[in-house]
T-cell receptor, first 114, second 112 residues
Framework: EPEVTQTPSHQVTQMGQEVILRCVPI?????FYWYRQILGQKVEFLVS????????KSEIFDDQFSVERPDGSNFTLKIRSTKLEDSAMYFC????????????FGSGTQLSVL | DQQVKQNSPSLSVQEGRISILNCDYT??????FLWYKKYPAEGPTFLIS?????DKNEDGRFTVFLNKSAKHLSLHIVPSQPGDSAVYFC???????????FGQGTILTVHP
């Protein structure tokens, strides 16, 4: 069964450093997303991406965050200057359709900011 | 953000019995509702969904019920199996581009 692949599974970084989280969505999917879950809290929407541009973003997704689809397969989330509160599990997801909610999630990248 | 709430942090059920997981929402603009299942060290996995124009959707052992007037939905698992033990998330979406609002999750434990 096709799956969304995320790398790395764990990332440790120092506060103020830049990190790039990588994702390979399912090949025939056109819509891509990043969600995150801070320990003990809800899974939160960050951003959706279609046709090489952001479709929607949450209040969390400020200027420190950016997304990119650098080639035909990868989808990345960059955090320019990490803060302690950015520590969370980051999930990439993709879907065939824009609505309906059937998203396919990757296993996540656990980001720890020290 | 309390738009989607799962008030039971955990549920324990005997194998073969029914599991009922509940979810409440406040935003009447949601168009569809979903249940996701999550095992440790994995991402959420889609389980079942329901459109706001329906009140029931069934898929094998899983049935989701939607009560729009009460802004409540539930997931029934019959019969429950030990492999169903996981965290279950209720989620809701509207016209926004793939944005889902999740509940806090309910840990289901099915005992053999």
């Amino acid at each position: 069964e096709p799956e969304v692949t995320q790398t790395p599974s764990h990332q440790v970084t120092q506060m103020g450093q830049e990190v790039i989280l990588r994702c390979v969505p399912i090949s025939n999917h056109l819509y891509f997303y990043w969600y995150r879950q801070i320990l003990g809290q809800k899974v939160e929407f960050l951003v959706s991406f279609y046709n090489n541009e952001i479709s929607e973003k949450s209040e969390i997704f400020d200027d420190q965050f950016s997304v990119e689809r650098p080639d035909g397969s990868n989808f990345t989330l960059k955090i320019r200057s990490t803060k302690l509160e950015d520590s969370a599990m980051y999930f990439c997801a993709s879907s065939e359709a824009l609505t309906g909610g059937k998203l396919f999630f990757g296993s996540g990248t656990q980001l720890s900011v020290l | 953000d309390q738009q989607v709430k799962q008030n039971s942090p955990s549920l324990s059920v005997q194998e073969g019995r029914i599991s009922i997981l509940n979810c409440d929402y406040t935003n009447s603009m949601f168009d569809y509702f979903l249940w996701y299942k999550k095992y440790p060290a994995e991402g959420p996995t889609f389980l079942i969904s329901i459109s706001s124009i329906k009140d029931k959707n069934e898929d094998g052992r899983f049935t989701v019920f939607l009560n729009k007037s009460a802004k409540h939905l539930s997931l029934h698992i019959v019969p429950s199996q030990p492999g169903d033990s996981a965290v279950y998330f209720c989620a809701a979406g509207g016209t926004s581009y793939g944005k889902l609002t999740f509940g806090q999750g309910t840990i289901l434990t099915v005992h053999p």
